[in-house]
């Protein structure tokens, strides 16, 4: 599944060009919570060497774009290509190299891998555990998603319709209810103003976090 999001989303060049990025990826999502300790990388080294070898894939993989993506060429508009994958991706990262460093572009790119699978592969198993622990609304999912697809009268082959699938209500409640229950964040506000929680003086300026998932 997890290959499936990546691919779709980033193209199949990022895994070409990093045989190890999968065990990478996993010990990065793993480690990252770690990071935002603030601790110094002498005290907390693991995470700070991770952290730089997923980064150093995900440059190689920019580097490799710059090499072999012609911007001027027709994939520049494809919904999607093997290097960058999506149009999104792509136009995001094309925004990115005029006006992010290579570093800082990379960072990005990371992130934004370790964001989607490290809560999309878990939220689609959770989606699929609650539709199977309750029949009927299985059912009518089921049904809601089979009203988005069409046959083939060929190749007998299904295919699904994307912004059908959208627009259904039903499943769009399902979305909503694993964004709800089952998503890993940290929810992130700055202090404006003095205020005590819990004992301890968070002046303005500070940066405080709840996490929706804790262990």
């Excluded at 601790?39 to 997923?54: A, D, G, N, Y």
């Excluded at 992130?111 to 878990?122: D, E, I, K, R």
Aim: charged share 20%.
């Amino acid at each position: 599944m997890a290959e499936a999001a990546l691919v779709a989303l980033m193209g199949s060049r990022i895994v070409e060009l990093n045989p190890d990025f999968w065990p990478a990826m996993w010990e990065f999502a793993r480690l990252a919570p770690r990071l935002m300790w603030g601790l110094p990388r002498w005290m907390s080294p693991k995470p700070w060497k991770i952290r730089s070898e997923f980064h150093a894939m995900c440059r190689r993989y920019l580097d490799a774009g710059d090499r072999e993506f012609d911007w001027d060429g027709p994939d520049v508009d494809a919904e999607w290509e093997p290097l960058y994958g999506s149009r999104m991706a792509r136009e995001l990262i094309s925004w990115s190299k005029k006006n992010l460093s290579p570093e800082t572009t990379a960072g990005m790119v990371a992130t934004f891998v370790f964001g989607t699978n490290a809560n999309l592969v878990p939220m689609s198993l959770w989606a699929m555990m609650e539709l199977i622990a309750d029949p009927e609304l299985y059912r009518a999912v089921r049904e809601e998603c089979l009203a988005a697809s069409s046959v083939d009268l060929v190749t007998g082959e299904r295919t699904f319709d994307p912004q059908s699938l959208l627009a259904k209500p039903l499943l769009q409640s399902v979305y909503i209810e694993t964004l709800r229950l089952h998503i890993s964040i940290n929810v992130t506000r700055e202090v404006t103003q003095a205020i005590k929680l819990d004992g301890h003086l968070l002046i303005p300026g500070s940066l405080i976090q709840a996490p929706s998932q804790i262990g």
